[in-house]
């Protein structure tokens, strides 16, 4: 499985993007999907993850009520919607996936932007 994140860019404070993930490969719909953001000067972290199957879903606490994931599996693709963006959300995003029998993210995607300017 190989990722591809696309979707950021700049945008004012209270805007909103979409990002996202396309998987390529066979067995995608085994995998999880997260995900990541890296802000200068600070750790990476995780945003949000979606299961397999789209039953369960998990926010930063930052990102609830904002962010939305989802993903279709016929896509192949995983969204992530950013509403009401604050400049503390400048960071340069990832997307992750995790087979669903493991309990770490083994495959990333190349990053993709993201600016809020106030």
């Known amino acids: 499985v190989q990722l591809q994140a696309s979707g950021g860019g700049s945008v004012q404070a209270g805007g909103s993007l979409r990002l996202s993930c396309l998987a390529s490969g066979s067995g995608v719909d085994d995998y999880a999907i997260g995900w990541f953001r890296r802000a200068p000067g600070k750790e990476r972290e995780k945003i949000a993850c979606?299961?397999?199957?789209?039953?369960?879903?998990y926010y930063l606490e930052s990102a609830k009520g904002r962010f939305t994931i989802s993903r279709n599996n016929f896509k192949n693709t995983v969204y992530l919607e950013m509403d009401n963006l604050k400049p503390e959300d400048t960071a340069v995003y990832y997307c992750?996936?995790?087979?669903?029998?493991?309990?770490?993210?083994?495959?990333w995607g190349q990053g993709t932007l993201v600016t809020v300017s106030s």
């Open positions: 979606i299961s397999n199957s789209a039953e369960s879903t």
């Open positions: 992750a996936a995790r087979h669903h029998s493991q309990s770490s993210y083994s495959i």
